[in-house]
Nanobody, 117 residues
């Protein structure tokens, strides 16, 4: 299994920055693809950025150039550096770990990011 603990959300003004972190633990943590998703009320959960177990990264076009995802393999921690935040980035951000070889999918508890105009 994989346990995920998120941190770093909060309130920031437009143009500001926040850094989210997601610490993964458990026997399959290092095997997993890890990602950040975000969700607003009444909407589906959308992929923000992903780091696969092989190191490949993927970004949602809406945040390219503003957000940077990184993965510390020594601590199994996923980070999301968010710069030039805009009100439309306001959402609950969820950490995800997908262990493809065992078809297992895990979610963190979510962390609120609010960007004021």
């Amino acid at each position: 299994q994989v346990q995920l603990v998120e941190s770093g959300g909060g309130l920031v003004q437009a143009g500001g920055s926040l850094r989210l972190s997601c610490a993964a633990s458990g026997e399959f943590a290092r095997l997993s693809d890890m990602a950040w998703y975000r969700q607003t009320p009444g909407s589906q959960r959308d992929l923000v950025a992903q780091v696969r177990s092989d190191g490949q990264t993927t970004y949602n076009d809406l945040i390219k150039g503003r957000f940077t995802v990184s993965r510390d393999r020594a601590t199994n921690t996923l980070h999301l550096q968010m710069n030039s935040l805009q009100p439309e980035d306001t959402a609950v951000y969820y950490c995800n770990a997908n262990v493809r070889i065992f078809s297992q999918n895990y979610w963190g508890q979510g962390t609120q990011v609010t960007v004021s105009s």
